[in-house]
């Protein structure tokens, strides 16, 4: 098939029955790129001889050059089938965990996907990842299996064999798909039992599905993947080959003599053929009887293989006359095998039409858009469809109809903005000429021409000319000038900057047309909001509009088609299409939802799966070029959808990318491309967390403590207790008492380690905690515009019930109830307790109690405690890194003195007002270290002087002196446990064949990690690794894995949670055990306080090391400095 032109593809894109939006997901180096070149090349972009070996979509050069895909890119193709011809675009995405964010930006505009799974390897941790977004996109998969030329030439398998390995792959992903389905059939069910209990009064007749009937009756089947159901392929992209069985069925249905139908349901399954009878029977193992797929398919395939690879030039002859085929000579005389191969098999099977077949028959268009998928989409945050209000409603409708006439609302959803050198935009590139221009052309250069003419003949005739010849000789190139000014238009970009952005879009209803006036919707706009600032059937133009937050408008100044590496103009883009926006830069930063209506909601966040972790600070070579690398830092942020970038409170700029090869190719960027300076990366920041532990009942040799005979000196406990100062009660239970400056006002804090479930219980939730905290903050400020819908409160419950599911025994004795606050910025996982008596206050009813005159007085203040609170655990006392697993419990608050005192309660009252002010505005900072003491200040200072005439002392008002005292109260409860740090862990997939395991398996340990599992893969000689490994460690890992391995295993690392690392950092011996086992000083490897040392370090902290104790040979000191 040839080059479709451009007239083509916007033809067909008018037809939205005839699209396909597609991706083409898979693990690492399951062959994406190579799949999507074979497709390309029938479409005559690339030439089919470079179809596998060019990786098209691979457009940047250090994916060229690494092998691996970094972002997604897409691509329109044409395809015809009989009559019908559809327009296929196509998204190639990364399979790389570190650019899983690139994948969800793709599933998110496409109707389906293709997932490519690699024959040897079978089903590996990134194909569940990509599996699952696909799910919880709502879009349809169909399944490749590529790579079956490796099962043939690699691993040697014969057709049996190779049949048998691949129903075990089809069986794997089957078993996932089924997983999936049935956590989403329990979770609608739950949901829609709730609703049903919720609303007694809905009609069960309205429901679909009667989903409380339970999972055996729903039907399923057609979710699996089976070659007979057509969703399935078998492929060798690399030689460009490709089959579904339907090829053969129509093949064979007319060779033998059965029904197509017949050799469809049997041709794959354990079905035999007795030729003489022309009968299709179940298959006898004990007979040795082969499958029908065996028999006519693969040992077909393996006969081709196995002549070509001898060079048996007879039987090669032979089978490509029995199929009817035409091999170019040159191809038939090849050297090379695999030329050959490609040569015959890609015109016997070729793989597009396999591939795109299936896709034009299983995949839905955007007319198919399930109602599921839209209402999903449309209820961001914690609404439900039916808590949208009417307007917002209706607009269910546009996107199911998809519809293009004028009254169509225009719906567009940005996934990402890519960038793209300016130069190359198809408005900048030069344009062919008209037959005009190509007539001016002539002329003047006929004229010029003319004119050096005459200028010789002139500087032959007379010798002084020289001076005379070069006005006339620099005319000509003044008329070249306006030539060029002619031709292409010049880049509007100023010098340095030549990147601009392309916003990755589709339309989901209406038709985008240029020059269009259309909002932009940030992911945080509320069409609610804008229906209530904006009076209904609001007529004026568009920029009278009063200002709505979240929301802009602008202009759609460029339409593209996407075509891999190159841009098409478009004049308009009809509803159901891919396309490229021009002119979004400024309104959009990553994502965003484009629509003609107000009452359209955003579309709900993507789903990231990857966290970003790995931190580097950055910062210019040439101090001079700051706002260069500001500028950089910038567009690097708004051109990758997973990165972050942040200022801290030190000045430094800091990175945030999702693993390593990320971090490199976001350095590369903002080097070439964004800020084109020299910049210094720091080492990676490795975050921490602080905990606390129950007291360990062994000590460092595993002696039980109590036991042992104690050794003169107790260490550890002298230590510790120097830490607090005086004036400071400690009592033997860990119970802090504190009384603030001005001695009015004591405060008593225990701190307790939390159960592991509760933290995470409180990790996963931080969302809803977050959307609790702002609904108590706007009630308290008297809005009361948000009512809390029904699910929000179902969700709450919930979450208290699983509290109180863990939280249990006498310690823990209401303590779900009388949560008060979380933290750091309110929605961390520690908990802040209140068991006060005057006072009671929870996060679940707010403030509640005796309404005497003391108890408003700690309502007033509470605000104080709850500050002091969040930024105790914002940082903690080890390394300044924020808690995790932290209770504090408030068991005393006397406040009692201040009445005493005599201080002037009116006064007092003035305050605490104001207190209550900068109590809330305090903690929601945007980036960790910026919260400290100090951020308050202005209140305090602010408040003393109105106070100082009421206030007896120097203190300061009683606000800020109970957020100081209440921080360092939990600061000296933390410091009296046990406490210990929690290291950011990674899981780590690595496969690798058994003769290198052994290698594996030492790099692993030496970097502290842990094997948790260890797999064969059926069929071959893999093993699939899974451990765990600090982040703290993984520096460098995945390269010293292939190092050491030849390239043989590689591993895949995702965060996956914080782990406390057991030693302890202020551990010093105290037993005589210990004292023989670790020595005096106790100078072996402590790895948490390594780690401690090196972050206090960083933070410029002071670092109690002790360098020489006893300092008996002097020689030593410098060694051991
Ligand atoms: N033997 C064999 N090798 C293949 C086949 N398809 C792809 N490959 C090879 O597999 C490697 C990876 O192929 P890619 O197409 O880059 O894989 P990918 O899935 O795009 O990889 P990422 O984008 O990095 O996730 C390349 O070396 C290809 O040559 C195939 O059918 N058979
Ligand atoms: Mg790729």
Redesign the pocket.
């Known amino acids: 098939m040839g080059l479709p032109s451009l007239e083509k593809m916007v033809q067909l894109q008018k037809r939205t029955a005839n699209i396909r939006n597609i991706c083409v997901l898979?693990?690492?180096?399951?062959?994406?790129?190579?799949?999507?070149?074979c497709l390309i090349s029938s479409n005559g972009i690339i030439s089919s001889r470079l179809a596998?070996k060019l990786?098209y979509m691979?457009s940047r050069e250090d994916e060229q050059i690494r092998?691996?895909?970094m972002k997604s890119s897409a691509i329109s193709l044409h395809y015809a089938e009989g009559n019908e011809e559809y327009l296929i675009n196509l998204i190639?995405?990364?399979?790389?965990v570190d650019f899983s964010s690139e994948v969800s930006t793709a599933v998110r505009i496409c109707d389906g996907c293709i997932i490519?799974v690699d024959a040897v390897e079978g089903v590996c941790p990134q194909t569940q990842a990509v599996l699952r977004q696909a799910w919880l996109e709502n879009i349809r998969p169909v399944l490749v299996i590529?790579?079956?030329?490796?099962l043939i030439?690699?691993l040697k398998f014969t057709p049996q064999e190779a049949y048998s390995h691949l129903k075990n792959i089809l069986e794997q992903i089957n078993a996932l798909t089924a997983t999936l389905f049935t956590s989403k059939v329990l979770e609608e069910r739950a949901e829609r039992e709730s609703e049903s209990q919720g609303n007694p009064n809905s009609d069960p007749a309205e429901q679909v599905y009667d989903w409380s009937a339970g999972l055996e009756d729903t039907d399923d089947s057609h979710l699996y993947f089976s070659p007979d159901q057509g969703n399935v392929v078998f492929?060798?992209?690399?030689?460009g080959w490709g089959f579904g069985i339907e090829h053969f069925a129509k093949i064979y249905s007319k060779k033998i003599g059965i029904k197509r139908e017949v050799l469809m349901k049997t041709l794959w399954g354990d079905y035999y053929i007795n030729m003489k009878a022309k009968k299709i029977m179940k298959v006898d193992q004990a007979k040795g009887k082969k499958p029908l797929f065996v028999q006519l398919i693969l040992e077909n395939i393996w006969s081709l293989y196995d002549a070509v690879l001898k060079k048996d030039k007879e039987k090669i002859d032979k089978i490509v006359t029995s199929l009817g085929l035409k091999i170019g000579a040159r191809e038939a005389r090849h050297s090379d095998p695999k030329v050959q191969i490609s040569a015959i098999c890609s015109q016997w099977l070729p793989i597009s039409h396999a591939v795109l077949a299936m896709v034009c028959q299983k995949l839905p268009s955007p007319l198919d858009m399930s109602s599921e998928r839209v209402e999903k989409l449309m209820c961001s945050g914690s609404h439900t469809f039916d808590s949208l209000p009417p307007e917002t409603q209706a607009l269910k409708a546009a996107f199911m109809k998809c519809g293009s006439e004028d009254t169509a609302p225009v719906i567009i959803f940005v996934s990402k903005m890519f960038p793209v050198d300016a130069k190359a935009l198809p408005q900048n590139r030069p344009r062919p000429l008209t037959q005009e221009e190509i007539m001016q052309r002539r002329e003047r250069a006929r004229q010029r021409h003319a004119e050096k003419l005459a200028a010789a003949q002139g500087q032959s005739t007379s010798d002084g000319s020289a001076l005379g010849a070069s006005p006339e000789g620099e005319e000509p190139t003044g008329r070249e000038q306006q030539v060029e000014s002619m031709a292409p238009k010049p880049v509007p970009e100023e010098e340095d900057n030549q990147e601009t952005f392309i916003a990755f879009a589709r339309v989901f209803s209406g038709v985008a047309r240029r020059g269009k006036k259309i909002f932009v919707l940030g992911p945080k706009y509320s069409p609610v909001e804008f229906l209530q600032r904006v009076p209904l059937g609001f007529s004026a133009p568009l920029g009278d509009l009063p200002p709505v937050p979240h929301m802009a408008s602008c202009t759609l100044e460029h339409l593209y088609l996407l075509m891999g590496r190159e841009l098409q103009d478009l004049e308009e883009v009809p509803p159901g299409n891919v396309l490229g926006i021009g002119g979004l830069q400024d309104f959009v930063l990553k994502s965003a939802t484009l629509c003609s209506l107000p009452s359209c909601p955003p579309f709900i966040p993507l789903n990231f799966e990857a966290t970003p972790i790995v931190r580097v600070a950055i910062e210019p070579k040439h101090p001079s070029e700051m706002p260069q690398l500001v500028k950089g830092m910038k567009l690097l942020n708004q051109a990758d959808p997973c990165v972050q970038i942040l200022i801290q409170e030190t000045g430094e700029h800091v990175l945030i990318t999702a693993g390593e090869i990320h971090l490199q190719r976001c350095l590369d960027d903002l080097k070439e491309r964004f800020a084109k300076i020299q910049i210094s990366v720091s080492e990676p920041i490795i975050p921490f967390r602080e905990t606390i532990t129950k007291p360990p009942k062994v000590d460092m040799v595993n002696e039980e403590i109590g036991r042992q005979q104690k050794v003169a000196i107790i260490h550890q406990t002298k230590e510790d207790q120097s830490k607090i100062p005086e004036g400071i009660q400690v009592d033997s239970d860990g119970l802090v008492t504190m009384t603030t400056p001005n001695k009015l006002a004591t405060l008593s804090v225990r701190a307790l380690p939390l159960p592991e479930d509760v933290t995470r219980i409180l990790e996963e939730n931080s969302d809803l905690i977050r959307s609790m905290e702002q609904l108590t903050s706007s009630l308290n400020e008297g809005r009361n515009t948000r009512v809390i819908d029904q699910k929000t409160q179902e969700k709450m419950w919930e979450f208290k019930g699983k509290l109180e599911q863990y939280l249990t025994g006498r310690k823990w004795r209401n303590t779900v109830d009388q949560i008060w606050s979380f933290g750091p910025r309110k929605c961390g996982p520690n908990i802040l307790v209140n068991r006060t008596e005057d006072f009671q206050n929870s996060v679940w009813t707010g403030p509640a109690g005796k309404a005497c005159k003391e108890a408003s007085r700690y309502r007033d203040v509470g605000n104080s405690i709850v500050s002091g609170f969040q930024l105790a655990t914002l940082s903690g006392p080890m390394c300044e890194e924020p808690l995790m697993g932290v209770c504090f419990v408030l068991e005393k608050w006397d406040q009692s003195k201040c009445e005493e005192q005599g201080v002037s309660e009116k006064q007092n009252q003035d305050l605490v007002q104001e207190g209550r002010g900068a109590g809330v505005s305090c903690p929601p900072g945007d980036e960790k270290e910026e919260l400290q003491d100090g951020h308050c200040e202005p209140f305090e200072k602010r408040a003393s002087q109105k106070g100082e005439s009421s206030l007896p002392d120097c203190y300061g008002p009683l606000s800020g002196q109970l957020i100081a005292t209440m921080k360092e109260a939990c600061r000296y409860a933390l410091q009296v446990k046990p406490q210990r740090l929690m290291a950011a862990m990674y899981t780590c997939d690595i496969m690798a064949t058994s003769d290198v395991l052994g290698r594996v398996y030492a790099v692993l340990s030496k970097r502290e990690g842990r094997v948790l599992q260890e797999e064969m893969k059926e069929g071959t000689d893999m093993f699939i690794i899974k451990a765990v490994l600090p982040v703290a460690e993984s520096f460098g890992f995945a390269d010293e894995i292939r190092k050491r391995t030849s390239g043989l295993a590689s591993p895949q690392l995702v965060f996956s949670h914080w782990e406390i690392i057991p030693s302890d950092p202020f551990w010093v011996p105290t037993t005589e055990e210990e004292y023989l086992h670790f020595g005096e000083k106790a100078d072996s490897e402590n790895q948490a306080r390594k780690y401690m040392n090196a972050v206090r370090k960083r933070k410029g902290l002071c670092v109690e090391e002790k360098i020489v104790e006893h300092a008996e040979k002097q020689r030593t000191l410098s060694k051991n400095k």
């Open positions: 898979a693990h690492v180096d399951h062959g994406k790129t190579t799949l999507a070149d596998g990786r691979d092998g691996i895909t190639d995405s990364p399979g790389h490519v590529n790579k079956i030329d490796r030439v690699e492929t060798s992209a690399i030689d």
